[in-house]
Structure formats: structure tokens, C-alpha cells
């Protein structure tokens, strides 16, 4: 800053006895000055974060939590417009638990019952990440040649209007009926046993309490609107403001496919947030089942701390879904992804070797922060969102000092 004021006390001093095209060079001059200082002074405005990671690592839900501490907090109104996603999560559930039923022979009670879970499937299929990942890049390929976007404001918008994911609304009355047949009941009560394709936590969480959703004054809780599952494709930005400076953070789609978009985001930012999810350590790739899920974010971790756009950048790692971690330890050995581990089979051990194997794949200068959290405890991220904003300012403030 020094340096520019001084430029512009020079230029202002000797202006009167200049020629035409001396003064031209220093209004153009000035206006440069002008603009640079313009630019300083929004990038110290402007904070923007990064957040990236695998699919359904909880990066839309750690943006939750930011809204819930330092934005609005949901008020009823925002809630209700999360009513159908959560509805539509309770199907996706059912359907989950008709197709196992299906795999093991199990009937509803009546053939109406049974008609109308055949149909209800149809209706509303499980869609997997691949087709959505297809679609969406079909979607994008075509509104590209349409309309080029030339700036990262351009794609940001494309990237963040791209509505391909628009599944019908379920009716609660198909959903209340088959929740009642007892074969389901007993379908459900026997979820631990899944040996594939096992019910995920949010889908338990819906299923649990399709009584108080599926009713006509639902109103969605906090906790409703921290368990849904709506992958995002393109791009979703939170901003609050916090002692007069903006902070931009930016979800990026996760997806293998869609990675590419992310060197578009890089440019000015001043810290990226990394999620894992510590669960998937037992779980392959939904786009690639042969490779194990937790290396694939391995190696997502490495090409972004070690981009070169990213060299000056520093990292917060977020080592999330602790609370599954601890519970499938209980089963499986963390040496399903990581054959070399020899310590004990203990969560601790576990998850100081994968905090290790994320520390092997930085550049040693690069500062990282770690935080093992749950991303749908509200009470466990208070402290941690907290952390992580304190964080991201003091990384903007040794940001600043080198710009
Ligand atoms: N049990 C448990 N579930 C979590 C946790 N964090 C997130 N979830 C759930 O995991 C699912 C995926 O979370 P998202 O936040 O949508 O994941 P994402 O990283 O944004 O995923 P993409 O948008 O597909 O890239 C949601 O249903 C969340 O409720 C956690 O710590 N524990
Ligand atoms: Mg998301």
C-alpha cells in the first residue's frame, strides 16, 4: 500500500508542468493506481473459501452449519422450502427398503400393498450419482455452446442454475401405507443385517420419523434439514459478513467427473476446506467401484495441495462422519483401505493413521488444520465453525501481508 500511495504523490506533484501526452500517461497512470487500489480494496473485503472434497463428505452440511451460526439460522419460512427434499428423502428410503425386500423375497402383506410398492419404485427410483453426474454434464456441455461463459462469474451462475435433479414429490398417503405394512417394519428393523447397499444414516434418520413428516402441519426441524441428501452438481456459495469483510464460501460439487471445474475456482482464494468423510474408508467409488473411496480422496487431497495456482494457500482439513467411523470400526478394520496399518484396532489409533496418510500427501510447508468432526451435531460444530471462521481470517490476514 505504501508503494502505490507514493506513486500517486509523485504523479499528483509534477502534473502542472507536463506536456498533453505526459498528462495523458499520468491520468492513465492514475486511473491504474485508481483501479489497483480499487482491487486491493475488495480483495481485503472479500474473503473467499474453498470447500471441496468427495461426494457426500459433508460439505453442504458444514455450509449449513455456517448459515446456522452466522447467517440467518433458518427461520420457518426458509425451513418449509426444504419440505420436499426431506419428502423426497423418505422415499428414497422406502424405495430402498422395497428393492431389498425384493433381493429377499419378501411380500407386503396384500397384492394392493404390493402394486402400489411397485409402482411407488417406479415413481420414485433411487437415482445413482452416475446418472446424475451424466445428465448434468450433458446439461452443461450444451449450455456451453450455447453461451460460452468467458468469466468465473459466468460459470459460477451456469454451474449453480443447472436444475437437473428435479424428482417428483411423493404423496404421504402411499408413504404412510407402506410404511405400515408389516413386512417393511420388519425389513427395516432388520437394517443392521444389510449385507450391500446398506441403509445410510439420513435415510434411517427420515424412515424414523416419516410419522411427524409425513403429517400436514410438518414444519422441518433444523436436525430435518441437516440429514438431507441432495448431491450438489454445480456450484452453491454462502456468504455472511463478519467486521466489515465478506466471506465467500464455496461448495463445489464433489463428484470425480466434475473435479475438473475446480481449477476455475482457484484464483483468489484464500483457504480451501478439504472434507472426508472418515466413513467411506470401508466403501469403493460409486463411479469407479474398483477403487477404495477413501484413497480416491487421498489422491484428490495431493492434486490439490499441490497445485501450483494453490502453492501460497493453506488447507483445513475436515475429517468428518466421526460418528459412523466409530461405529463401523466396531466391525471393520481400517486395513480394508490401508493393508499397511499395523497398530491396534482402536478408533484413536485408526484415525491418528489417516490423519498421517493426509499429512504424507501435502507439501511439508503447506500449513494444514485438522478437525475431526460430525457435521450434524449442532452442539460438537458451534465450536468448530467457530474455529475454522477464526481460521480463515487469520489466514487472510497473513494472506494480505504478502499481496
Ligand atoms: N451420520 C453423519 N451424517 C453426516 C455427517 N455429515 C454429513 N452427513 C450426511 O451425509 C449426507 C451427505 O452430506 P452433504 O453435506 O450433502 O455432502 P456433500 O459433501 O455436500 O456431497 P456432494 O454435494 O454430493 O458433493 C447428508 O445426508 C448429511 O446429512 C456426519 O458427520 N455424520
Ligand atoms: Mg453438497
Not at 50 to 79: N, V
Not at 105 to 112: A, N, V
Not at 365 to 376: G, L, N
Request: glycine residues 4%; hydrophobic residues 40%.
Amino acid at each position: 500500500m505504501a508503494a502505490l500511495r507514493k506513486k500517486k504523490t509523485d504523479t499528483t506533484f509534477s502534473l502542472t508542468s507536463m506536456s498533453k501526452g505526459g498528462r495523458a500517461a499520468v491520468a492513465r497512470s492514475r486511473s491504474i493506481d485508481h483501479q489497483l487500489d480499487e482491487e486491493r480494496e475488495r480483495r481485503e473485503k472479500e474473503v473467499q473459501t474453498l470447500i471441496l472434497g468427495s461426494p457426500g463428505a459433508g460439505k453442504s452440511t458444514f455450509l449449513k452449519q455456517l448459515r446456522l451460526q452466522f447467517g440467518d439460522g433458518f427461520p420457518a419460512a426458509e425451513r418449509q422450502g426444504y419440505r420436499d427434499q426431506i419428502l423426497q428423502n423418505v422415499a428414497t428410503g422406502l424405495v430402498h427398503l422395497i428393492e431389498h425386500m425384493e433381493r429377499i423375497g419378501l411380500k407386503f402383506q396384500t397384492p394392493e400393498i404390493q402394486k402400489l410398492a411397485t409402482e411407488f419404485k417406479k415413481k420414485h427410483p433411487r437415482i445413482s450419482i452416475a446418472t446424475l453426474i451424466k445428465k448434468f454434464k450433458e446439461a452443461d456441455e450444451k449450455a456451453e455452446k450455447i453461451c460460452p461463459a468467458t468469466t468465473k462469474a459466468e460459470l459460477t451462475k451456469r454451474l449453480s442454475s443447472l436444475d437437473i435433479y428435479k424428482p417428483d414429490v411423493p404423496s404421504e398417503e402411499d408413504m404412510h401405507t407402506l410404511w405400515a405394512d408389516p413386512a417393511i417394519q420388519m425389513c427395516f428393523e432388520r437394517r443392521h443385517k444389510f449385507e450391500t447397499d446398506t441403509l445410510s444414516t439420513s435415510s434411517e434418520f427420515f424412515l424414523l420419523h416419516i410419522g411427524r413428516i409425513c403429517s400436514s402441519d410438518y414444519l422441518p426441524s433444523v436436525q430435518d434439514i441437516l440429514h438431507i441428501r441432495w448431491p450438489t452438481l454445480g456450484v452453491q456459495e454462502h456468504q455472511f459478513i463478519m467486521d466489515y469483510r465478506l466471506y465467500r464460501m464455496i461448495d463445489v460439487a464433489g463428484q470425480r467427473s466434475l473435479r475438473k471445474k475446480w481449477i476455475h475456482f482457484f484464483d483468489e482464494v484464500a483457504a480451501v476446506i478439504f472434507f472426508v468423510s472418515l466413513a467411506e474408508f470401508d466403501e469403493a467409488l460409486e463411479e469407479d467401484p474398483s477403487v477404495m473411496a477413501m484413497q480416491d480422496s487421498l489422491q484428490a487431497f495431493h492434486d490439490v495441495s499441490y497445485n501450483q495456482f494453490l502453492d501460497k494457500t493453506d488447507i483445513i482439513l475436515f475429517l468428518n462422519k466421526k460418528d459412523i467411523f466409530s461405529n463401523k470400526l466396531k466391525k471393520t478394520s481400517i486395513k480394508t483401505c490401508f493393508p499397511d496399518y499395523k497398530g491396534p484396532e482402536l478408533i484413536d489409533t485408526s484415525l491418528q493413521f489417516v490423519q498421517e496418510k493426509f499429512k504424507l500427501n501435502k507439501p511439508p510447508s503447506k500449513q494444514m488444520y485438522t478437525h475431526v468432526c460430525c457435521a450434524i451435531d449442532v452442539q460438537q460444530m458451534k465450536e468448530v465453525v467457530s474455529a475454522v471462521v477464526e481460521c480463515v481470517v487469520d489466514i487472510n490476514v497473513k494472506r494480505l501481508k504478502h499481496l
